[in-house]
């Protein structure tokens, strides 16, 4: 046997172990991309092989975590994609004005960035007080950094343009405090976002919800993973609310697709039909 099949051969045993012990589902990433990163996390760990890893890895949740950490690719950045949040301002929430109140869960929200930007598009569009958002992940760790919404001050030059590009009509430092080398979010931002961990591969759905992003999440993920994601979605999803892929995404198709219509093509904003 090569040593590549001999690695292939413990990397499904790892996540294996990992999913008896920890419930975390690994089994259905994309197999590129989990082997490379597995392979980052064992060089930069104390194990030389992955089997020498398992023993103390079904042992010390510690090392799970740091895993966990290994594993997911938690790149993000406010306002990503502006022409994506412009369509929003533009063609989603004349829609979201016509409700009371909206539930938003942003599924594999990172460090919080997207979620932060939508709420600075919502208030801007005069939705302040009108929703609540959650913004969930597999992560804790970015979940962690996530709830303190505090990030490097040398973004803030990078976000502006995006946020400008995606129609802002305000200054973005109106958003944010300065300090040293950090910018501190505005808590008028945070009080209506609740971050929370959830697994898309074996949590359950969040009910009635009036939109779901889940940008530049599913790109890792096996087809049989997508599916259960986007059925998920589904059930998650009020008639006439929105699902928001990522710009590599569809619904092209996928068995729920019918049931939906592309608002905005090609950004991947589609609209769940009434029965
Ligand atoms: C590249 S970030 C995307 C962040 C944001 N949605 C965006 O588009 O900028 C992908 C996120 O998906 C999360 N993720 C990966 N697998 C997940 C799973 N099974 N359940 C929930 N989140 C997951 C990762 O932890 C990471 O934070």
New binding site residues.
């Given amino acids: 046997m090569q040593s590549g099949e001999v690695e292939d051969v413990e990397i499904r045993l790892l996540l294996e172990g990992v999913q008896r012990i920890y419930g975390y589902d690994f089994r259905d990433y994309a197999d590129a991309s989990i082997r490379r990163r597995l392979t980052h996390w064992l060089a930069e760990s104390e194990f030389a092989t992955f089997s020498q890893a398992q023993s103390r890895l079904l042992r010390d949740r510690g090392v799970f975590e740091s895993l966990v950490r290994g594993i997911?690719?938690?790149?993000?950045?406010m306002f990503?994609d502006p022409a994506f949040f412009r369509a929003v301002r533009e063609q989603v929430v004349p829609f979201l004005k016509t409700y009371p109140f909206v539930k938003i869960w942003?599924?594999?929200?990172?460090t919080g960035?997207?979620a932060y930007s939508m709420a600075i598009l919502l208030n801007e569009e005069g939705m302040a007080g009108r929703y609540r958002m959650y913004a969930?992940?597999?992560?804790e760790t970015?979940l962690q950094k996530a709830s303190e919404g505090v990030m490097p001050i040398m973004e803030m030059q990078r976000f502006t343009r995006n946020y400008q590009k995606a129609g802002g009509r305000a200054s973005f430092a109106d958003y944010y405090t300065a300090r040293y080398d950090r910018a501190i979010l505005s808590a008028t931002l945070k009080k209506d976002i609740v971050f929370a961990p959830?697994?898309?591969?074996v949590d359950g759905e969040f009910g009635e919800m009036n939109m779901v992003l889940c940008?530049?999440?599913m790109i890792?993920f096996k087809p049989a993973l997508k599916e259960r994601c986007l059925r998920l979605f589904d059930s998650s999803l009020l008639p006439g609310g929105f699902l928001c892929l990522?710009l590599k995404e569809t619904l092209e198709k996928k068995k729920i697709g019918e049931r939906y219509e592309e608002l905005a093509p090609p950004l991947r904003i589609y609209r769940k039909r009434y029965g």
């Fill in positions: 997911t690719v938690n790149v993000t950045e990503r942003h599924a594999g929200c990172a960035e997207e969930t992940d597999i992560n970015v959830h697994n898309l591969a940008r530049n999440v890792y990522g």
